[in-house]
């Protein structure tokens, strides 16, 4: 079983930044594809951006040019640095691990909230 839990969440003014932390638990880490989605009110979940065990990554065009997303093996640890927030990025950020161990297996975090406001 694994375990994601998802920190740096928070409230910031427009054209402020944020980074966000994901800390998996088990032994698959470093094998696994890694993601953040979010969903605010109202609407369904959305990827924001995706690595992979490789180091590929891929991102929504919302956010292209303002996210980064990075992962530290060696800490079991994914990232999502966000610049030049704007208010539409309101939403709860979800941590996503996916691997395919003989079948496919995929765990979500809690969600960690991010308002942007003034």
């Known amino acids: 079983q694994v375990q994601l839990v998802e920190s740096g969440g928070g409230l910031v003014q427009p054209g402020g930044s944020l980074r966000l932390s994901c800390a998996a638990s088990?032994?698959?880490?470093?094998?696994?594809?890694m993601a953040w989605y979010r969903q605010a009110p109202g609407k369904q979940r959305e990827l924001v951006a995706r690595?992979?065990?490789?180091?590929?990554?891929n991102y929504a065009d919302s956010v292209k040019g303002r996210f980064t997303i990075s992962r530290d093996n060696a800490k079991n640890t994914v990232y999502l640095q966000m610049n030049s927030l704007k208010p539409e990025d309101t939403a709860v950020y979800y941590c996503?691990?996916?691997?395919?161990?003989?079948?496919?297996?995929?765990?979500w975090g809690q969600g960690t909230q991010v308002t942007v406001s003034s």
């Open positions: 996503n691990l996916r691997t395919l161990i003989g079948e496919v297996y995929e765990y």
């Open positions: 088990g032994s698959i880490f470093s094998i696994s594809t």
């Open positions: 690595i992979t065990r490789a180091g590929s990554t």
